[in-house]
């Protein structure tokens, strides 16, 4: 009876380690990834500086960098988006995101995230996957995730958004 409690008790502490254990994990991993996309879009910023002023010399505007950036902009702030929103890694993030965005807005680029946004078959989307989903209100359909922003320059599309969207009909 001894014997067997006492292993009990060292198997309970044992699982309790490893639980912090993992818990520690993947924080440290969390903040990782977060300083490494905050590294990228500092790398990004520096990349889209050079593009604009290559395009500013040429007669017409290649977009490949800016349209690359952009959906990686994207992915990181979807990203951002399943953090704790008051953690230092999304705060950081979603303000180097920001940086970004108006140095976009700037060089008359428009990015636009349809995300939480009702769909709108008007708008230049490209649905990726559709799912039902019961706790949608009867008839909606709403964009659950945007996985390539919609891209104007200078007011003129240059590339759809692809989305996700969730509905109940």
Do not use: M
Not at 7 to 14: E, G, N, P, T, W
Not at 26 to 39: C, G, V, W
Not at 60 to 71: C, E, I, L, Q, R
């Amino acid at each position: 009876g001894l014997l067997y409690w006492l292993l009990s008790k060292r198997q309970k502490i044992d699982k309790s380690e490893l639980s912090n254990t993992i818990s520690n994990t993947k924080n440290e991993l969390t903040q990782e990834s977060a300083r490494l996309d905050i590294q990228l879009l500092e790398v990004i910023e520096k990349q889209l500086k050079v593009a604009d002023r290559i395009n500013s010399t040429e007669t017409s505007v290649d977009h490949t960098f800016h349209k690359n950036s952009a959906n990686e902009l994207q992915r990181i702030a979807n990203y951002a988006n399943t953090l704790e929103p008051d953690s230092q890694e999304a705060v950081a993030l979603q303000g180097s995101l920001g940086r970004l965005k108006n140095y976009f807005n700037s060089s008359q680029y428009e990015i636009t995230d349809f995300t939480g946004q009702e769909y709108d078959e008007r708008l230049p989307i490209k649905i990726k996957d559709s799912k039902f989903d019961e706790n949608i209100a009867k008839g909606k359909e709403i964009i659950s995730k945007t996985w390539k922003p919609l891209i104007k320059y200078k007011e003129e599309k240059i590339q759809d958004a692809e989305v996700d969207t969730k509905y109940n009909n």
